[in-house]
T-cell receptor, first 114, second 115 residues
Framework: AQTVTQSQPEMSVQEAETVTLSCTYD???????LFWYKQPPSRQMILVIR??????QNATENRFSVNFQKAAKSFSLKISDSQLGDAAMYFC???????????FGKGTSLLVTP | DTGVSQNPRHKITKRGQNVTFRCDPI?????LYWYRQTLGQGPEFLTY????????KSRLLSDRFSAERPKGSFSTLEIQRTEQGDSAMYLC?????????????FGPGTRLTVL
């Protein structure tokens, strides 16, 4: 079984600043994948970034990057140059190589202030 | 719009009634997933289809829940004898099936309220 923990229910950042969202996970699998999804208010969930556990290099997608610490089972998301459109719920998720189900954390609500 | 679509977007029903939701995946995607999301929680996996075959089911999917994907295209999720605890957002996702971990694309969800 896998568990995903997001310890920050809410975070706030000023426009143009940088914010880091935390995520820890627990899995007995040796091969797995990690994801950050964004869910804007009343809109559908979209993939922000993904990381293969076997890759040591941290994934980056434009203003979004991760800090993947495999030994610590930590997978944080850094958003640089925050924009008003980044305001949303952010979910961390884990997928094992032996299954198809994404296991999600409870989410972090990100507020971006002008 | 060629994304995942779900109908209806909202459903209000009385306890004990049956409800059915529909999901239309992205056209070339052969994998389809159902999740349930309650307030303040992340989505929880319910079931998974590859083409028309239902390959994985969560223990959350009680015998009152049934899902089908008859021709490997759209899918339906039926809840019989609804209970207030079934109130939630029901999310559908699809993926191409190019690999085990291909990206899941989510629909807008169907919000169910059981009175």
């Amino acid at each position: 079984a896998q568990t995903v923990t997001q310890s920050q229910p809410e975070m706030s950042v000023q426009e143009a600043e940088t914010v880091t969202l935390s995520c820890t996970y627990d899995t007995s699998e040796s091969d797995y994948y990690l994801f950050w999804y964004k869910q804007p208010p009343s809109r559908q969930m979209i993939l922000v970034i993904r990381q293969e556990a076997y890759k040591q290099q941290n994934a980056t997608e434009n203003r979004f990057s991760v800090n993947f610490q495999k030994a610590a089972k930590s997978f944080s998301l850094k958003i640089s140059d925050s924009q008003l459109g980044d305001a949303a719920m952010y979910f961390c998720a884990c997928l094992s190589n032996s299954g198809y189900a994404l296991n999600f954390g409870k989410g972090t609500s990100l507020l971006v202030t002008p | 719009d060629t994304g995942v679509s779900q109908n209806p977007r909202h459903k209000i029903t009385k306890r004990g009634q049956n409800v059915t939701f529909r999901c239309d995946p992205i056209s070339e995607h052969n994998r389809l997933y159902w999740y349930r999301q309650t307030l303040g929680q992340g989505p929880e996996f319910l079931t998974y289809f590859q083409n028309e075959a239902q390959l994985e089911k969560s223990r959350l999917l009680s015998d009152r829940f049934s899902a089908e994907r008859p021709k490997g295209s759209f899918s339906t999720l039926e809840i019989q004898r609804t209970e207030q605890g079934d109130s939630a957002m029901y999310l559908c996702a699809s993926s191409l099936g190019a690999g085990r971990t291909d990206t899941q694309y989510f629909g807008p969800g169907t919000r169910l309220t059981v009175l």
